[in-house]
Nanobody, 125 residues
Framework: QVQLVESGGGLVQTGGSLRLSCAAS????????MGWFRRAPGKERELVAA????????YYADSVKGRFTISRDNAKNTMYLQMNSLKPEDTAVYYC??????????????????WGQGTQVTVSS
């Protein structure tokens, strides 16, 4: 059983930056493809970014490409999401998730085995 704990959310003005962290415990972190999802009010959960087991491959949703950077440190069992040039439409609860079975990333939340509790990101205009 893997436990995931997000941190780093908060309130920021448009154009600001935040860095989210996802600390994992209870499993072999490098065995999992990791993803960051978000759920905005009234919307479905969407994949924002994903990173391969080694960290050599990444995926970004078009809406965040060029502004967000996903990374991981397998020695520290931690994944990160650096968010720059934040916009009000980035306001959401952000979740980290771990996928043990997929060869590469999946955009479907149901394919992920473990989830964190979420951290709120609010971008004011």
């Amino acid at each position: 059983q893997v436990q995931l704990v997000e941190s780093g959310g908060g309130l920021v003005q448009t154009g600001g930056s935040l860095r989210l962290s996802c600390a994992a415990s209870g499993g072999t972190f490098s065995n999992y493809v990791m993803g960051w999802f978000r759920r905005a009010p009234g919307k479905e959960r969407e994949l924002v970014a994903a990173i391969s087991r080694s960290g050599s491959n990444t995926y970004y949703a078009d809406s965040v490409k060029g502004r967000f950077t996903i990374s991981r440190d397998n020695a520290k069992n931690t994944m990160y999401l650096q968010m720059n040039s934040l916009k009000p439409e980035d306001t959401a609860v952000y979740y980290c998730a771990a996928d043990r079975r997929s060869g590469w990333y999946s955009a479907h939340p149901g394919d992920y085995d473990y989830w964190g509790q979420g951290t709120q990101v609010t971008v004011s205009s």
